[in-house]
T-cell receptor, first 116, second 110 residues
Framework: KAGVTQTPRYLIKTRGQQVTLSCSPISGHRSVSWYQQTPGQGLQFLFEYFSETQRNKGNFPGRFSGRQFSNSRSEMNVSTLELGDSALYLC???????????????FGPGTRLTVL | QQPVQSPQAVILREGEDAVINCSSSKALYSVHWYRQKHGEAPVFLMILLKGGEQKGHEKISASFNEKKQQSSLYLTASQLSYSGTYFCGTAEGSNYKLTFGKGTLLTVNP
């Protein structure tokens, strides 16, 4: 089976712009979680989707949003980019119905976002 | 609230053992362990569930003290390939999200 894929892998934007990142989960996986990884804060949870429903959201401002499509592919959007949004954005998919609670999460390679 | 990992970093020689700890102030439903090598995605190592069930790699050993909300990952007879950053993730019973600690950088030298 193909692993989790994320596109694009690298992105450079300027402050004030918006960006959309895409994640394709492993075939058959219906849960997708998104994380922001920075050197100072580690992996921080953004949101989790299951069957097109957002079940949990992390402590991020409303500029961060996401959605999941019927084929389980997910996108996250960041509007009005700030310098502090520069990070590696990882998505992870899992096969069961419990998301991060009890299911193994399979991570994609991430999208490296740089905001200038 | 992020779980707290200790130590923040550890350096070993091949063949030595290490223990990485993870503690939370919240009542946990499960504890997950992942390893991330530089420039790569985190890779699953183990899940420890409330009640004692464990899922993970045979060569990995870990414990979960439900009363203290603490977990420990035991790395024995370390190999060079064990080098990387180890993250613990914790989940509560009321939601589906995984909250990760800041990581423990493990370096194994020849």
């Amino acid at each position: 089976k193909a692993g989790v894929t994320q596109t694009p892998r690298y992105l450079i934007k300027t402050r004030g712009q918006q960006v959309t990142l895409s994640c394709s989960p492993i075939s058959g996986h219906r849960s997708v979680s998104w994380y922001q990884q920075t050197p100072g804060q580690g992996l921080q949870f953004l949101f989790e989707y299951f069957s097109e429903t957002q079940r949990n959201k992390g402590n991020f401002p409303g500029r961060f949003s996401g959605r999941q499509f019927s084929n389980s592919r997910s996108e996250m959007n960041v509007s009005t980019l700030e310098l502090g949004d520069s990070a590696l954005y990882l998505c992870a998919s899992s096969a069961g119905t419990s998301g991060g609670r009890t299911d193994t999460q399979y991570f994609g390679p991430g999208t490296r976002l740089t905001v200038l | 609230q992020q779980p707290v990992q200790s130590p923040q970093a550890v350096i070993l020689r091949e063949g030595e053992d290490a223990v990485i700890n993870c503690s939370s102030s919240k009542a946990l439903y499960s504890v997950h362990w992942y390893r991330q090598k530089h420039g790569e995605a985190p890779v699953f190592l183990m899940i420890l569930l409330k009640g004692g069930e464990q899922k993970g790699h045979e060569k990995i050993s870990a414990s979960f003290n439900e009363k203290k909300q603490q977990s420990s990952l035991y790395l024995t007879a370390s190999q060079l390939s064990y080098s990387g950053t180890y993250f613990c993730g914790t989940a509560e019973g009321s939601n589906y999200k995984l909250t990760f600690g800041k990581g423990t950088l493990l370096t194994v030298n020849p």
